[in-house]
């Protein structure tokens, strides 16, 4: 690779790569995103390449490794193209089969084929997919078109134009004018104006400006971030390049979550070949620009997602956040000037440059514009990264691209914003998905986790849980929210252990209120969101769980008991032989029993029992 | 503990030595050893310039971090939020259970260290389990019996 030294000869590349590409030439491109992977996705590469090998057809077959495609339930996924046939659940033993009857004789597999959930009818198409016929996946679709560790495919479907665009001739406030025209909010949690911000650090005094990507994802449930910088690197450090242009930095930085060595592996990569062609360095494609990114790995703290904290973990101290009456932007990073955005909203603005604010504003609401990508998980059925243009409602999401709950059961809440966000009840299931509607609700857009719960989902216990996670990640500076939620979390464990008394209530309430309003940064002015939400549209079951005893959802250990139901068990024995306590007892072919002193409620008797006839109560 | 001077200074080497270079050094170093031994601490702060207690302060804080040694096989259970509400920490309980530790606790021969995490961004499968590095989704309280077996016997699926 030769450096770059203009935008023409980043365009002549462009074009030879793309006069090689034959788009007619048969390929698969095998997902080998984290959950593939899991699915071992690598063992299927592995039997594709030595197939291929062995049946000599190197040349006349592509194979290409992806990124993340989204549909990680249905790992391993393989796209055969042109005709862009879908294979899920794919194993190594598939793979001479699939070479010879789709690849070469062009038949179809069905055994290999996604089933409609209502009709069973066998679906070919990757596009007639209802997980992917209502996605509008203009930031996420590229991972199924490249490799994430080859920069030339992304040169080829059009990477780095936009790049060129803006070094062609546009001055930094253009750019800002057209960022702030496109109505882009911050992808992280806080749906900040990017424009505004972009401008104000531009505008603020001092020679040395920093750039960050955010990409801590610290949601438990989410994982948006890790899927586009595993996938499509090159599409956020191309966000982050033009950023630093429009606002004057020459330094940049990526804080990466600990608990992602691949999206670290991948990110230092493009950052390497992007520096081999020029578009990182000194004088990038020969304008008089300059930039350059370095990585700095978290330590698995979740308040080092927050801004300052963040700023104060790359700095080499504990993340601890600080007051900001004096905004990052003025004075950040190493008391710099300086714009950190989430690792969504860069991944956004080669789009908006390419294609204009004019189109980027058509998709969206009034106040939200563009798409947002969704961890769509929990107890859907489809559960996958979806990117849907905002607007669309929840019960679009659930039950068009979800496909309804899994084993029919019914839908009890969906939760979105993370800790800080709330649980969004049934009931309000046609709530559009925009950044004022979902905060209208009493919940929040957050950086895209989307937790679906059932039937059997405790609202307490989830309550306890976002409660828990928090206490734990408190960086505990500030007093309301260090023994706050100690305090909120052994009241709400009492409750979920049937010692909750009825003025418990009053308490966590007032607990809410000290710490929304006395805390310093928003993990402890958010953090009562789960409660708060949980509260309002879930008393009943508070109620239950205090009043009667009872945990209605079977949840909590301490409020159910496991006993068996003499018409259904037919003793064949299996829980007999699985409970590790020795609880249950039994001849063969006879009713069992559970010794209730004994059992630890561990519930694999009720897991395994195929007769139904363990009951929870 | 014996520590390798020299390859601590080409650790520290490699990131420079100032303030802000603590957390990557460390997080090298603890890849090495697998924990960090008290005495890296006096060294790496030495070495940097800076006081004990910010070397102390960093390596607290931090989850990362792990200041008692581990074992030789890492179990590590998700409990974020789409793992918990498919059943995550009746998984830790079996785990626990079968090896008699809890969370954050390595048995006695130093074979196995259980930990749990807050999402490993496996989200849509799991709940999640992770031995020594690969992930296994859509765990429940039986297949997790089996994996801990196979571990055991040295061999994995
Ligand atoms: C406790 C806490 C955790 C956060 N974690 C993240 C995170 O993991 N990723 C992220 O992008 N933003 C996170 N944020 C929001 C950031 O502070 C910041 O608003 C965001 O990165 C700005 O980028 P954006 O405008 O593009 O969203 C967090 C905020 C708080 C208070
Ligand atoms: S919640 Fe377990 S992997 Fe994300």
């Given at each position: 690779?030769?450096k770059?030294?203009s935008?023409?000869?980043?365009d002549n590349?462009?074009n030879?790569?793309i006069?090689?590409w ?17 699915f ?8 594709f ?6 049946r ?7 194979v ?5 495609q989204?549909y990680?339930?249905?790992?391993v996924?393989?796209?055969i193209?042109?005709?862009g ?9 598939d793979?001479?089969?699939i070479?010879e009857?789709?690849?070469?004789k062009?038949?179809?597999i ?5 089933k ?5 009818k066998?679906?070919?198409?990757e596009k007639?997919?209802?997980?992917y016929?209502?996605?509008r996946?203009i930031?996420?679709?590229n991972n199924?078109k490249i490799?994430?560790?080859?920069i030339?495919?992304?040169?080829r ?9 803006v ?8 750019v800002?004018?057209i960022?702030k ?5 911050g992808r992280?949690?806080?749906?900040f104006?990017t ?5 104000s ?7 040395v400006?920093y750039?960050i990507v ?9 994982y948006?971030?890790r899927?586009?910088l595993?996938g499509n690197?090159?599409?956020?450090l191309?966000g982050?390049?033009i ?8 330094e ?7 608990e992602?060595?691949?999206?670290v592996?991948?990110?230092?990569r493009a ?5 081999e ?8 494609l020969?304008?008089e620009?300059?930039f350059?990114?370095?990585?700095a ?7 080092c997602g927050e801004?300052?904290a963040?700023?104060a973990s790359?700095e ?6 600080r007051?900001k009456?004096?905004?990052?932007v003025?004075?950040g990073?190493?008391?710099k000037?300086t714009?950190?955005?989430?690792v ?6 080669p789009?908006?440059?390419?294609k204009?604010?004019e189109?980027?504003?058509k998709?969206g609401?009034?106040?939200?514009k563009g ?6 998980v ?6 996958g990264?979806v ?6 409602s929840l019960r679009?999401i659930v039950?068009n691209?979800g496909?309804?709950i899994?084993?029919g059961?019914k839908l009890?809440a969906?939760q ?6 709330g ?11 925009d950044?004022?509607k979902?905060t209208?609700v009493g919940?929040?857009m957050g950086s895209?986790?989307?937790?679906v719960m059932d039937?059997d989902n405790?609202?307490v ?15 505990g500076?500030c007093?309301p ?8 979390h052994?009241i709400?464990?009492?409750i979920c252990?049937?010692?909750?008394k ?5 308490v966590?309430?007032?607990l809410a209120w000290?710490?929304?309003?006395g805390?310093?940064c928003q ?16 008393k009943e079951e508070?109620d ?18 496991f ?6 068990c037919?003793?064949?024995g299996?829980?007999?032989l ?12 006879e009713v ?19 007769f139904?006839?363990?009951?929870k109560? | 503990m ?11 080497g490699k990131?420079g030595k100032c ?19 008290e005495?890296?601490f006096?060294?790496?702060a030495?070495?940097?310039?800076i006081p004990?207690?910010d070397?102390y302060?960093v390596?607290t804080?931090y ?5 008692k040694p581990?074992g ?7 409990l974020g939020?789409?793992?918990?509400v498919r059943?995550g920490?009746?998984?830790t309980?079996?785990i626990s259970?079968e ?6 606790e390595?048995t006695e021969?130093?074979?196995?260290t ?11 499968i799991?709940?999640i ?5 690969e ?7 039986q297949?997790?019996?089996?994996l801990?077996k196979?571990?055991r016997g040295g061999?994995?699926?």
């Amino acid at each position: 690779m030769a450096k770059l030294n203009s935008t023409k000869e980043l365009d002549n590349l462009r074009n030879d790569l793309i006069a090689q590409w034959d788009e007619n030439k048969p390929s698969v491109a095998i997902c080998a995103g984290t959950g593939c992977a899991a699915f071992g996705a690598r063992l299927v590469v592995d039997a594709f390449k030595h197939e291929i090998n062995q049946r000599g057809l190197e040349s006349k077959i592509g194979v290409l490794v992806t990124g993340c495609q989204g549909y990680c339930e249905r790992g391993v996924i393989v796209v055969i193209k042109p005709e862009g046939i879908f294979y899920q659940k794919v194993k190594p033993d598939d793979v001479a089969e699939i070479i010879e009857t789709t690849l070469q004789k062009k038949d179809i597999i069905d055994r290999l084929l996604y089933k409609d959930s209502e009709t069973g009818k066998s679906i070919i198409y990757e596009k007639d997919i209802p997980f992917y016929k209502y996605q509008r996946r203009i930031i996420f679709g590229n991972n199924s078109k490249i490799s994430p560790v080859n920069i030339h495919d992304y040169l080829r479907i059009g990477g780095y134009s936009a790049l060129s665009k803006v070094l062609n001739g546009m001055k930094p406030d253009e750019v800002i004018e057209i960022v702030k025209k496109s109505g882009l909010r911050g992808r992280g949690g806080g749906g900040f104006p990017t424009g505004r911000k972009w401008e104000s650090c531009r505008k603020a005094d001092g020679d040395v400006k920093y750039v960050i990507v955010n990409a801590d994802e610290g949601d438990p449930g989410a994982y948006m971030d890790r899927s586009l910088l595993e996938g499509n690197p090159h599409s956020v450090l191309e966000g982050l390049i033009i950023g630093a242009y429009a606002i004057g930095s020459h330094e940049g930085y990526i804080y990466v979550r600990q608990e992602y060595p691949l999206a670290v592996k991948h990110f230092i990569r493009a950052l390497e070949q992007a520096r081999e062609y020029g578009l990182l360095g000194e004088d990038i494609l020969g304008s008089e620009f300059g930039f350059d990114v370095k990585v700095a790995r978290g330590g698995g703290a979740f308040v080092c997602g927050e801004s300052t904290a963040l700023m104060a973990s790359i700095e080499g101290m504990p993340g601890e956040p600080r007051a900001k009456h004096v905004h990052t932007v003025d004075v950040g990073l190493r008391e710099k000037p300086t714009t950190l955005n989430n690792v969504e909203t860069w991944a956004n603005i080669p789009l908006i440059i390419n294609k204009g604010w004019e189109w980027y504003t058509k998709i969206g609401t009034e106040n939200s514009k563009g798409t947002k990508i969704f961890s769509l998980v929990g107890k859907v059925n489809n559960t996958g990264l979806v990117e849907i243009p905002m607007g669309i409602s929840l019960r679009e999401i659930v039950y068009n691209i979800g496909g309804g709950i899994k084993e029919g059961k019914k839908l009890k809440a969906v939760q979105t914003g993370g800790p800080s966000g709330g649980c969004v009840p049934e009931r309000l299931i046609d709530t559009p998905v925009d950044f004022d509607k979902l905060t209208e609700v009493g919940s929040m857009m957050g950086s895209g986790g989307m937790i679906v719960m059932d039937e059997d989902n405790c609202m307490v216990d989830i309550a306890r849980y976002f409660v828990g996670f928090l206490k734990d990640e408190s960086c505990g500076k500030c007093t309301p929210c260090r023994e706050g939620l100690w305090q909120m979390h052994a009241i709400l464990t009492d409750i979920c252990e049937g010692k909750g008394k009825e003025e418990d209530i009053e308490v966590l309430e007032d607990l809410a209120w000290t710490m929304e309003n006395g805390c310093l940064c928003q993990l402890g002015t958010t953090a009562a969101n789960p409660l708060l939400t949980t509260l309002k549209y879930f008393k009943e079951e508070y109620d239950a769980h205090i009043k009667e005893k009872k945990c209605p959802a079977g949840v909590c250990k301490a409020l159910i008991q496991f006993s068996i139901d003499k018409e259904k068990c037919t003793g064949c024995g299996l829980c007999l032989l699985k409970c590790s306590v020795k609880a249950i007892s039994g001849e063969k072919n006879e009713v069992h029993d559970i010794d209730t002193e004994k059992c630890i409620k561990c519930g694999i008797c009720y897991d395994i029992c195929r007769f139904d006839a363990v009951i929870k109560k | 503990m014996e520590i390798d001077t020299k390859k601590l200074e080409e650790i520290i080497g490699k990131y420079g030595k100032c303030k802000s270079t603590v957390i990557p050094i460390l997080q090298d170093i603890q890849e090495e050893y697998n924990w960090l031994p008290e005495e890296v601490f006096e060294i790496v702060a030495q070495e940097l310039g800076i006081p004990l207690m910010d070397v102390y302060g960093v390596a607290t804080f931090y989850r990362t971090f792990s200041l008692k040694p581990r074992g030789k096989h890492i179990i590590t259970v998700c409990l974020g939020t789409a793992c918990h509400v498919r059943g995550g920490q009746r998984i830790t309980e079996t785990i626990s259970r079968e090896l008699g530790i809890n969370p954050g606790e390595t048995t006695e021969d130093l074979k196995f260290t259980l930990e749990t995490v807050n999402c490993l961004g496996c989200c849509a499968i799991g709940p999640i389990v992770v031995v020594d590095g690969e992930y296994y989704g859509g765990m429940t309280s039986q297949k997790v019996a089996s994996l801990l077996k196979k571990t055991r016997g040295g061999k994995r699926e």
